[in-house]
């Protein structure tokens, strides 16, 4: 078999890889080697013009835009609308707030719970980079997020034990931060 067989081949088990993966940081490296793979492939189809704006577009520009925004992440921020126990941003206690923090944990995120008071500024001033409300109706505690959002699907998952909690995935406009 030629060699553009051989890196065909690896372009699938590399977008398999991409596909499935869960570390972003290796996501990214994974992509760039793609891109590379792609960038060989051009040059032997005879094509070096587009080899050569791949290699620097998809294996040098991309992959270090991508490097930092992750890097950009890497807090969960919760804004709790909620008086009692169930999460305790002061003391670091409360189911709630164990959930939260082993979720955060798994994302390696740091969690940062802010408590909504009557004087936060709203509209234009507000916070944009919310991740999460947490309201309390009767007995079930409400954790609001952004459907947009890949990492809502793990909440969701850790919290179909819980009874207390109900998630409700919102449009970006329609939350409430």
Do not use: H, W
């Not at 587009?50 to 270090?64: F, M, N, T």
């Not at 609308?81 to 941003?89: A, G, L, R, V, Y």
């Not at 007995?139 to 909690?165: H, P």
């Amino acid at each position: 078999m030629s060699i553009i067989i051989y890196l065909q081949i690896l372009l699938i088990i590399i977008s398999l890889v991409i596909t499935f993966g869960k570390d972003n940081l290796n996501m990214v490296i994974f992509f760039s080697v793609f891109s590379l793979i792609c960038a060989s492939l051009y040059y032997f189809y005879r094509a070096p013009d587009l080899a050569l704006a791949e290699a620097a577009i998809g294996s040098a520009i991309v992959p270090l835009i991508f490097i930092i925004t992750i890097s950009k992440q890497r807090e969960f921020m919760v804004i709790c609308n909620i008086e009692d126990d169930f999460i305790n941003p002061k003391s670091k206690e409360g189911e709630g707030y164990k959930l939260l923090s082993d979720f955060t944990d798994y994302y390696n995120l740091k969690l940062v719970v802010r408590e909504n008071k009557e004087d936060t500024i709203y509209g234009v001033f507000r916070v944009r980079n919310v991740d999460l409300s947490v309201k309390k109706k009767k007995d079930k505690y409400i954790f609001e997020g952004k459907s947009t959002s890949i990492i809502m699907n793990k909440l969701v998952q850790m919290t179909k034990e819980c009874s207390k909690v109900d998630i409700l995935l919102v449009e970006e406009e329609q939350m409430d931060d």
